[in-house]
């Protein structure tokens, strides 16, 4: 069993930054892939970015690369993303979500645990 618990979202304007934080427990965290993902209101979730287990390899998605990065601290159980030049239309509820079974993957249907979601805003 894997617990998941993120942080870091809140209101922010255009142009600015946020870090959010995903902390988890119950297994050994360093063998998973982990991904960012979101959901806007009316929308379907979708990938936002992804890092396989040493962290050595990335996915980001087109509409965030270069502006978003992700990252992990083994050590701490924790991955982050790191979000700047924020859009309005970056505002939803990122989820952060482990592959317990994939070193790396970007499929969504691979990731089997999930966090709660923390709301990012961007206002224009």
């Known amino acids: 069993q894997v617990q998941l618990v993120e942080s870091g979202g809140g209101l922010v304007q255009a142009g600015g930054s946020l870090r959010l934080s995903c902390a988890a427990s119950g297994r050994i965290f360093s063998s998973y892939a982990m991904g960012w993902f979101r959901q806007a209101p009316g929308k379907e979730r979708e990938s936002v970015a992804a890092i396989n287990r040493s962290g050595g390899t990335t996915y980001y998605a087109d509409s965030v690369k270069g502006r978003f990065t992700i990252s992990r601290d083994n050590a701490k159980n924790t991955v982050y993303l790191q979000m700047n030049s924020l859009k309005p239309e970056d505002t939803a509820v990122y989820y952060c979500?482990?592959?317990?079974?994939?070193?790396?993957?970007?499929?969504?249907?691979?990731?089997?645990?999930w966090g709660q979601g923390t709301q990012v805003t961007v206002s224009s």
């Open positions: 979500a482990v592959a317990s079974r994939r070193a790396y993957t970007t499929r969504v249907n691979e990731y089997d645990y």
